[in-house]
């Protein structure tokens, strides 16, 4: 129930949502979205993807086969990738929000500068609204809290909306039951 109110949530404001039960299956479905959507190594089809547990346990070499794929993010190679990966903490189901301690800069660069974001949350991370949130944040470990609601939008003084201008116009949610139990 709570899943599905997210998904509503995070669909109404554009973004896309999908759930796997296996960090296989999502690793499977992440790669086949990049080569999907032209993953090169080259500026603007390049990804990167911030150190998080979700990698834990991974078989890197099969991933860093993938040209295009960098795993040292740094602002320069963020600014030139078009897509983001990582792993966020919590999902408000009341907004179809995202939450991530982004203390570390690599969580924030990848998240912000690519045109397409890919957040890996672990499905027991949804939480019901900003409250349960606020009480599951650590104030000592946590300077820097990010919150996402679907991709980059403005609008300018007549109403004419802009999607992708100060952050991704693309956000791609993936839960994993694996990451943190199925709700």
Same mark, same amino acid.
């Given at each position: 129930?709570?899943?599905?109110?997210?998904?509503?949530?995070?669909?109404?404001?554009? #973004?896309?949502?999908?759930?796997?039960? &296996?960090?296989?299956? *999502?690793?499977?479905?992440?790669? =086949?979205?990049? $080569?999907? @959507?032209?993953?090169?190594?080259?500026?603007?089809?390049?990804?990167?993807?911030?150190?998080?547990?979700?990698?834990?346990?991974?078989?890197?070499?099969?991933?860093?086969?993938? #040209?295009?794929?960098?795993?040292?993010? &740094?602002?320069?190679? *963020?600014?030139?990738?078009?897509? =983001?990966?990582? $792993?966020? @903490?919590?999902?408000?189901?009341?907004?179809?929000?995202?939450?991530?301690?982004?203390?570390?800069?690599?969580?924030?660069?990848?998240?912000?500068?690519?045109?397409?974001?890919? #957040?890996?949350?672990?499905?027991?991370?949804?939480?019901?609204?900003?409250?349960?949130?606020?009480?599951?944040?650590?104030?000592? @470990?946590?300077?820097?809290?990010?919150?996402?609601?679907?991709?980059?939008?403005?609008?300018?003084?007549?109403?004419?909306?802009?999607?992708?201008?100060?952050?991704?116009?693309?956000?791609?949610?993936?839960?994993?039951?694996?990451?943190?139990?199925?709700?």
């Amino acid at each position: 129930m709570i899943y599905e109110q997210f998904k509503a949530r995070a669909e109404g404001v554009s #973004a896309e949502v999908y759930r796997f039960a &296996t960090k296989k299956a *999502a690793l499977d479905f992440v790669i =086949g979205f990049l $080569q999907e @959507e032209g993953l090169a190594d080259m500026p603007q089809q390049s990804a990167l993807w911030a150190e998080c547990a979700f990698l834990d346990g991974v078989d890197r070499d099969v991933i860093q086969g993938l #040209a295009g794929l960098k795993f040292a993010v &740094t602002r320069e190679l *963020a600014s030139e990738a078009r897509f =983001g990966i990582s $792993q966020m @903490e919590w999902a408000l189901a009341d907004t179809g929000s995202l939450a991530q301690n982004s203390t570390t800069i690599e969580q924030r660069l990848v998240s912000s500068l690519p045109a397409i974001h890919i #957040a890996l949350v672990p499905t027991s991370g949804i939480l019901p609204d900003m409250p349960a949130l606020l009480s599951r944040v650590q104030p000592k @470990e946590c300077a820097y809290l990010a919150m996402i609601t679907g991709p980059s939008r403005t609008a300018d003084i007549e109403r004419v909306l802009t999607i992708g201008v100060h952050g991704p116009e693309r956000l791609v949610i993936i839960f994993v039951d694996e990451l943190g139990g199925a709700i």
